[in-house]
């Protein structure tokens, strides 16, 4: 199953658990922050463990990383429009905590088609 390549931030959060890979993610336990600003400002939480992924919106008491990104920098580098190194060292978006965490996200969910 292919996932739509999403319009917005709340469709491409909402869509995240369909997408999500359980088989790619063992044994992660992960919380991640994002906290978007620009066009769709907004905080959302995406929590993985045991084979789960939640979505919410809001903040987490202590995630193990916390993404802070303009809401369109982020859809250009989930449509893979924007490669995400690339943004981040540009400065397109910071992140705090575990780099790791950060760098084995995009293995963990289908990419849209």
């Given at each position: 199953?292919?996932?739509?390549?999403?319009?917005?931030i709340?469709?491409?959060?909402?869509g995240?658990?369909?997408?999500?890979?359980?088989?790619?993610?063992?044994?992660?336990?992960?919380?991640?922050?994002?906290?978007?600003?620009g066009?769709?400002?907004?905080?959302?939480v995406?929590?993985?463990?045991?084979?789960?992924?939640?979505?919410?919106?809001?903040?987490?008491e202590?995630?193990?990383?916390?993404i802070?990104?303009?809401?369109d920098?982020?859809?250009?580098?989930?449509?893979?429009?924007?490669?995400?190194?690339a943004?981040f060292?540009?400065?397109?978006?910071?992140?705090?905590?575990?780099?790791?965490v950060?760098?084995?996200?995009?293995?963990?969910f289908?990419?849209?088609?």
């Amino acid at each position: 199953m292919t996932q739509q390549v999403p319009s917005s931030i709340k469709e491409l959060m909402e869509g995240l658990p369909s997408a999500f890979r359980p088989e790619r993610a063992q044994g992660v336990k992960a919380t991640i922050q994002f906290n978007f600003s620009g066009q769709e400002p907004g905080s959302w939480v995406v929590k993985i463990e045991g084979g789960k992924c939640e979505v919410s919106q809001g903040t987490a008491e202590s995630p193990n990383v916390t993404i802070n990104a303009p809401s369109d920098v982020w859809l250009k580098i989930v449509r893979r429009e924007l490669d995400g190194a690339a943004a981040f060292m540009s400065g397109q978006f910071t992140f705090s905590g575990d780099l790791g965490v950060l760098m084995q996200m995009q293995n963990w969910f289908q990419p849209p088609a």
